[in-house]
C-alpha cells in the first residue's frame, strides 16, 4: 500500500482542502451577489428615473401639439388647459383679473388704493381693470393720480401687472317714483345699467391667460389684505364672502349690508312662476316674500371662517370666479334671467352652467356706511338736537345764576343780624300787641268761591 | 428552515440594513422633486406659503409671452365711447374681428378669407381648436397656412389668436347614448362653450363688428364684411348653401344647407311649452315638427341680394353681430335657453337684451362639400 504523504492527516500539516475550497466559493458567489446588487441598484434607479420623467411629461406638459409662432409677433397661442385656475394660484404663477366698476367713485378711491397697496398676493399677477361710467366728479383725474402713484412705487413688487381703463357712459336711469317701483319697471332698468356696465368691463378685459376674476366695489371700508387668497383656497368655482357694515352707535353698531347673496328656498320659486317674464325679484321688499336664507343674516360672530354655504344668488361687493366661468358665457343678465338680474342672476346663471355657487358666512369683509335718507333726517335731528341742548345748557347758567341770587335765603344772616342790632337794646318795656286775626280767613274763604287765582302753570 | 430560492429576499434576509441605502435614495429623490407639489408648511407663521411651485421639468409653458409691449407704468386707456359700428364700416376704419371655431382645416376657407376685399390690418382672426387629434391635425395645418403665408409677405391682419379648448369631452360623446337628439344636445353645448371662449378672450376694447365665419364656410363674396355691414344691423345672418353636382343632370348645382336661420312659428312655440326645463327644440328631427319658416327656403336667385327679413334664429355659418351685442352679454348658452341652445339660444338672448336679429335670404355663402 502506497500512501502519498499528503494523505497523511497530521495536527501539523493540516490543510482542509475542502474548507478552501468552500471559501473559494463563498468569495466567488459573494463577488456575485455584490454584482448582482449593484445591477439591482441600477435597475431601481432607472425605474424610478422613468417613472419620474413619465410623471412629469403627463402632469404637467400637454400631450396635444404646440405651435411655435415665436417669429411672427402678430400671432398668438394659447392653450386654455394653462389657465383653469387652482387653489393655490399664487404658487403657480396665475394671473388674477381685478375688475372695479366706478361711477362718482372720486371719495373712496383713496381708501381703496390703500387696500390695493396691502395686498398679499403677488402684485404683478394682478391685471386691473377699470369701467368709469357716467362720472360727474373727477373720478378718473383720481384714479390716474392713484395709478401713477402706484405703479411708481421705488418698491417694484408693488407694482400691478397690466392695468386698462375703460371709459363708457350708459347714460342716467328712469327717476323711481312710486308708481313703477315694482318689478323690473323699477329696479330693472338700474339693475339693468349696472349689469350692462360690469359686462362691458369683463368682456373688453379678459385675456386667454387669465385664471381668476375678482370682482370689488370701490366702496369697501375693512377687507383682510389676504381676501384673494382667502376666497381662492377654498377652490371653487364662483365664491363671496360675507358683507356687512358698521353703524353708528345709536343705529346698532353693525348690520347685514349685501342681501344679494342667497339660497334659493321654495317659496322665492313659487313666487317666481307668478312673475311675468321680465319681472324682476328684488330682496327686501314686502311684495316680494321669498323666504329665503340669506348670507348675511346667517353670520356667527366667533364662527369658523372657513365654512362655506351653497348660494343661488350673490352680491357685487366682492366675488372671486375661476375665468373659465366667464370665458365659457356667465355673464350679469342685462334682462330678467330666471326673474333675476345683474349678480342675482349671474349665480343663477353660473349655477345653471354646471359651476359651484359658495358663500362664506362667518368670513367678513365691511362695506362703508352712507346713510339713508331717513337716516340723514335723523342725523340733521340730532345735531340741531345737540347745538339746541348746548344753547340750553348755556342759558340754564345763567338763569341759575340769576335765581339762586335772587332767591338767597338770608332768614340766617338776618337773624343774626338782627340779634346785633338789638344787642344793646332793652325789649321788656317793649308793648305786646295783641292782634285778633280771627275772622280775616273767613271772608278769605268766602271770596275764594267766586274769584280764582291766576292760570299758572309752569313748563 | 425553509430554503427561499429568489437570492435578493435571501440576501436582504442575511443582510436587512442593506435596504436603507435605496430607500434612503429613493426618499431623497422624491422630496427633492415632489415635496414642493404636497401640502405647502404652515410653520413659517404666515397663513399662506408664498414658495413658488415648480411644474415640473417638461412644463415649460410654450404659450405665447402673457405681457408684453406694455405702455409705460403698465396703464392703458380706453374710451369706448368714440366706438362706433356704422353701415360705413371701412370708411370709419372700424375694427371687425372674425372668429372661427375650427375641428378640420380647409384650405379653400383660408384662401377665401385671405381674399376679403376689406382693410386686413382693420381685421383681427380667431380659432379655437378642439383638444383632440382632429384638432392637432387642423393645428398643424393652420399654423402652415399662416407661416406660408407669412413668408410670401400676405399676412396683414392686424392679430391672429389662436386657442386650445380646455374641456375634451368631444371624445368621450362618442361612447354615450346614441339617440341623435341627445347627441346633438351635447355636441352643440361643447360648441357654444368654445364660441363663448374664442369670443370673450379675443373680443378687445377696439373691436366694432364681430363676424361668425365656420371653418366649413368655403366661399364667400369677397366684399363679405362690407356687404353684412352696410345693413347695420345688431345681428344679421347670411344664408349657408353647399355647391354639388346634381346626379340626374351632371350640372353643377346648389341646395340649402344650413337649417338653423329660422322664424319662430306657433307649432314651435307649441312644443317649446310642452318639453322639460333642460330639453330642447332643434331643427331638422321628424319627431319635433316645429313648421318654423326656413331661411334657406325663402332664397330667390332672382331677388334683392338686400332683401332683409326678421329671424328668431340663427346658424353659426356667416354672422355679423355688432360687438356691443355680445358686451351687453349676449352668449352662446350652453344649456337650454328657452328651450334653445347655442347660436338659436343667442338669437333668443339678444332679443331679450332688446336687439332684433335679421337675416339676408339671398345673399348665399357656401359650405364645403365633401
Known amino acids: 500500500m502506497s500512501f502519498s504523504m499528503s494523505q497523511i492527516l497530521s495536527p501539523y500539516d493540516y490543510k482542509d482542502h475542502g474548507k478552501e475550497s468552500l471559501n473559494k466559493k463563498a468569495i466567488i458567489s459573494s463577488v456575485k451577489t455584490a454584482l448582482k446588487s449593484k445591477i439591482l441598484y441600477g435597475v431601481v434607479a432607472i425605474i424610478v428615473l422613468v417613472a419620474f420623467v413619465k410623471a412629469q411629461i403627463s402632469a404637467f406638459s400637454s400631450p396635444v401639439y404646440t405651435p411655435n409662432f415665436s417669429k411672427i409677433p402678430t400671432v398668438q397661442y394659447f392653450d386654455l388647459d394653462h389657465y383653469d385656475g387652482s387653489a393655490n394660484g399664487w404658487q403657480h404663477e396665475e394671473r388674477v383679473l381685478f375688475c372695479v366698476p366706478l361711477r362718482d367713485a372720486a371719495p373712496h378711491l383713496p381708501m381703496f388704493f390703500g387696500h390695493m397697496k396691502n395686498l398679499t398676493y403677488p402684485h404683478n399677477l394682478i391685471d386691473l381693470a377699470f369701467l368709469v361710467s357716467d362720472s360727474s366728479d373727477d373720478t378718473m383725474g383720481e384714479l390716474q393720480k392713484h395709478l401713477k402713484e402706484v405703479q411708481t412705487d421705488p418698491d417694484t413688487s408693488k407694482r400691478f401687472g397690466e392695468i386698462e381703463i375703460f371709459e363708457k357712459d350708459f347714460g342716467q336711469v328712469i327717476g323711481q317714483g312710486f308708481s313703477d317701483r315694482h318689478g323690473f319697471a323699477a329696479q330693472g332698468p338700474r339693475r339693468k345699467l349696472m349689469a350692462r356696465a360690469r359686462n362691458w368691463l369683463w368682456t373688453v378685459a379678459i385675456k386667454p391667460y387669465h385664471s381668476h376674476v375678482y370682482w370689488r366695489d370701490a366702496d369697501v371700508e375693512t377687507v383682510p389684505p389676504t381676501i384673494l387668497e382667502d376666497l381662492m383656497h377654498h377652490d371653487k368655482d364662483v365664491i363671496v364672502p360675507n358683507v356687512w357694515r358698521p353703524l353708528p352707535d345709536w343705529l346698532g353698531n353693525q348690520q347685514p349690508y349685501d ?129 339746541r341742548q348746548k344753547e340750553e345748557a348755556k342759558i340754564k347758567k345763567v338763569y341759575d345764576k340769576v335765581w339762586n341770587k335772587a332767591f338767597e335765603d338770608v332768614q340766617d344772616v338776618w337773624r343774626s343780624e338782627k340779634n346785633m342790632f338789638l344787642k344793646n337794646t332793652d325789649m321788656s318795656n317793649v308793648r305786646r300787641i295783641q292782634v285778633d286775626w280771627s275772622g280775616v280767613d273767613d271772608n278769605l274763604d268766602k271770596q275764594s268761591n267766586d274769584k280764582k287765582l291766576a292760570d299758572f302753570s309752569p313748563e | 428552515m425553509v430554503y427561499i430560492k429568489n437570492q435578493y429576499i435571501r440576501y436582504i434576509r442575511k443582510k436587512p440594513l442593506s435596504l436603507i441605502a435605496p430607500i434612503s435614495v429613493l426618499l431623497l429623490v422624491y422630496f427633492y422633486f415632489f415635496a414642493a407639489h404636497g401640502s405647502s408648511s404652515s410653520s413659517s407663521g404666515n397663513k399662506y406659503s408664498y414658495k413658488k411651485k415648480s411644474r415640473g421639468l417638461f412644463a415649460k409653458n410654450r404659450d405665447s409671452v402673457i405681457l408684453k409691449n406694455l405702455p409705460k407704468n403698465h396703464i392703458s386707456h380706453y374710451d369706448l365711447n368714440k366706438l362706433s359700428t356704422s353701415a360705413d364700416s371701412l370708411a370709419k376704419k372700424e375694427e371687425v374681428l372674425i372668429l372661427t371655431p375650427m375641428s378640420r382645416f380647409t384650405p379653400q376657407y383660408w384662401d377665401n378669407i385671405q381674399k376679403l376685399t376689406y382693410e386686413h390690418s382693420l381685421i383681427s382672426l380667431g380659432f379655437i381648436l378642439p383638444r383632440n387629434k382632429d384638432g392637432d391635425v387642423a393645428l398643424k395645418h393652420l399654423e402652415e397656412a399662416i407661416k406660408d403665408a407669412k413668408a410670401a409677405n400676405q399676412l396683414k391682419y392686424k392679430k391672429i389668436t389662436i386657442l386650445r379648448q380646455d374641456t375634451n369631452s368631444l371624445n368621450s360623446q362618442l361612447e354615450k347614448d346614441r339617440h341623435a337628439l341627445n347627441v346633438q344636445k351635447e355636441r ?183
Open chain 1, 259 to 387: 342681501l344679494n347673496s342667497w339660497q334659493e328656498s321654495d317659496g322665492g320659486l313659487s313666487l317666481a312662476e307668478t312673475l311675468d317674464e321680465d319681472a324682476c325679484i328684488v330682496e327686501g321688499y314686502v311684495e316680494y316674500q321669498t323666504w329665503r336664507p340669506h348670507l348675511a343674516y346667517l353670520r356667527d360672530p366667533y364662527g369658523d371662517p372657513e365654512v362655506e354655504m351653497e348660494l343661488d344668488g350673490i352680491g357685487g361687493v366682492s366675488i372671486l370666479t375661476k375665468a373659465k366661468v366667464f370665458r365659457t358665457g356667465a355673464h350679469f343678465p342685462a334682462f330678467s334671467f330666471e326673474k333675476h338680474a345683474e349678480t342675482e342672476a349671474f349665480g343663477k346663471l353660473s349655477k345653471r352652467m354646471g359651476y359651484s355657487v359658495i358663500g362664506l358666512p362667518h368670513y367678513v369683509i365691511w362695506h362703508i356706511y352712507e346713510p339713508s335718507s331717513d337716516d340723514l333726517k335723523h342725523m340733521e335731528w340730532m345735531a340741531s338736537e345737540e347745538i
Open chain 2, 188 to 370: 352643440r353645448s361643447m360648441m357654444a362653450l368654445a364660441r363663448n371662449s374664442l369670443l370673450f378672450t379675443t373680443i378687445a376694447p377696439t373691436t366694432s363688428w364681430i363676424l361668425w365665419l365656420d371653418a366649413d364656410i368655403v366661399e364667400t363674396p369677397a366684399g363679405l364684411i362690407q356687404d353684412l355691414t352696410s345693413h347695420n344691423k345688431p345681428v344679421i345672418s347670411a344664408n349657408v348653401y353647399q355647391r354639388y353636382e346634381d346626379e340626374s343632370t351632371q350640372q353643377p348645382s346648389i341646395r340649402p344647407y344650413d337649417f338653423n336661420n329660422w322664424v319662430e312659428s306657433e307649432e314651435g312655440l307649441k312644443i317649446a311649452a310642452g318639453l322639460a326645463d333642460d330639453e330642447i327644440v332643434v331643427e331638422g328631427y321628424a319627431e319635433m315638427a316645429t313648421y318654423r319658416p326656413l331661411m334657406a327656403h325663402f332664397y330667390d336667385a332672382k331677388g334683392d341680394v338686400h332683401t332683409e327679413m326678421q329671424l328668431d334664429g340663427v346658424g353659426g355659418g356667416a354672422v355679423m353681430v355688432k360687438a356691443d351685442v355680445h358686451r351687453d352679454g349676449a352668449m352662446f348658452p350652453s344649456f337650454p335657453f328657452y328651450h334653445l341652445i347655442e347660436t338659436e339660444g343667442f338669437a333668443k338672448m339678444a332679443k331679450r337684451l332688446g336687439y332684433e336679429v335679421f337675416g339676408l335670404p339671398n345673399y348665399l355663402v357656401y359650405h364645403f362639400n365633401e
